[in-house]
């Protein structure tokens, strides 16, 4: 292993024509045409395009901007489409499926290790000492079937507190002298502007992911590009959120055409963000995902689309964390409303209700069932406790 640097179902028919796919692209191998490079050649009406990899900052891993978020794969030959597509970048966690997602992604690059980079995650909860982290490592790494991960990130860190845990920056460089993990990194969800700016001050992290989007590029874009100056490579997530809150709205908002493309295309456009990870659990959404990333949104488009989710961006959440906190009775409204994501956006609804009833005890929104004043005001505008009295109605 390299050392560490610091520079749903399946139709026959579906598998029959992804089948012949992959013997497409195989021959296009055997002619000269490499795998690593090749973006499309989905339905033979397409040509295939070469789509320029991006270095994740000091690790100096080459990544395909498209990464799959593999939280929701269920099939590995979903997983192993994208690999052959040039998708070489995979997401997973300890606790993504209860572990299945590990166990589906190993199955998708059993004999191709070598061509993926692979990212898994640790939580900081109910872990204590770094021999906590270590067993939690070794035992993803045996989900994995893998000798070694790529990267492991902090998941959801959402406090300067989360960013300096000894433990946890003790068990990486156990693990990395024992040759079972190369990178460092650490994912955020809120309070994301202050986590980030404590992750540069820090010094030892290698990766980020966070959430960036064309709703929260104001807050996000002059902290991500302070964080790529320093050498820390960005992956993204929720790259599509802005377009899932204006579909999902009572009077759905107008957007432009191909609106989850543009949504793509444009984190893309920010060329301090190596990555961006997307929920892709069928054969159809990776391919659409790797033709999004064979393309590049025009100035034009760039402009009427973020005219489009600026005008739809009142009463959608940005995921900004500024109402962590605030909440008199305790309800964990910031990691609720990434619940609402994942049910509403994604279509998760399992992932989401596992999530939603895992939430300790008075942490839920039953509480606000009953609230005759809410404490919350949130910057942008979203009804707080109508969605929180929503949202338990659909998750408890």
């Known amino acids: 292993m390299p050392r560490r640097r610091h520079t749903s179902d399946i139709t026959r028919r579906e598998f029959l024509r992804h089948a012949a796919v992959a013997a497409a692209m195989g021959a296009g191998v055997a002619g000269g045409v490499s795998a690593r490079q090749t973006a499309s050649a989905s339905t033979g009406e397409e040509e295939a395009a070469v789509v320029k990899r991006r270095t994740l900052g000091r690790t100096g891993l080459e990544v395909f901007p498209l990464g799959l978020g593999a939280g929701g794969i269920r099939e590995a030959a979903v997983a192993r489409r994208a690999l052959d597509l040039g998708v070489n970048y995979f997401d997973t966690a300890e606790g993504y499926q209860e572990g299945n997602s590990e166990i589906t992604l190993g199955k998708a690059l059993k004999g191709r290790r070598d061509e993926a980079v692979v990212a898994t995650k640790w939580g900081w909860w ?63 969800h809120e309070n994301q502007v202050e986590v980030v700016e404590a992750i540069i001050a820090q010094g030892w992290y290698d990766e980020i992911l966070l959430v960036y989007n064309a709703g929260n590029a104001q807050q996000m874009k002059p902290v991500i590009r302070k964080a790529r100056e320093a050498g820390i490579g960005i992956v993204a997530m929720k790259g ?26 444009w984190v893309w456009k920010d060329e301090n963000v190596a990555n961006l990870i997307v929920s892709m659990p069928t054969f159809d959404q990776v391919e659409e995902g790797v033709a999004a990333a064979r393309g590049e949104l025009t100035p034009a488009d760039q402009k009427k689309f973020e005219e489009a989710i600026t005008q739809a961006s009142l009463g959608m959440c940005r995921m ?7 909440c008199a009775k305790a ?22 209700v596992a999530l939603y009833r895992a939430l300790r005890p008075g942490a839920s ?24 009295r929503d949202l338990h109605s659909r998750l408890a």
């Open 320 to 326: 900004c964390g500024a109402c962590t906190g605030q």
């Open 331 to 352: 309800v964990q409204v910031a990691d609720i409303m990434r619940y609402r994501l994942y049910h509403d956006g994604y279509g998760d609804r399992s992932r989401a």
């Open 126 to 188: 109910e872990k204590e000492t770094a021999d906590d982290y270590v067993a939690a490592l070794d035992a993803s790494l045996k989900r994995l079937d893998m000798d070694y991960v790529d990267i492991i990130q902090i998941h959801a860190a959402s406090t300067r507190e989360h960013v300096a845990i000894e433990a946890a920056r003790e068990a990486f460089e156990r693990a990395h002298k024992a040759g079972k993990v190369r990178f460092n990194g650490i994912s955020i």
């Open 365 to 388: 929104a039953a509480a606000c069932g009953d609230c005759t004043s809410c404490s919350i005001v949130c910057p942008w505008g979203v009804p707080v406790q109508e969605r929180m």
């Open 240 to 265: 599509l959120a802005p377009v899932h809150e204006a579909m999902k709205a009572e009077e759905p908002r107008e957007l432009p055409d191909e609106p989850y493309r543009k949504a793509m295309q």
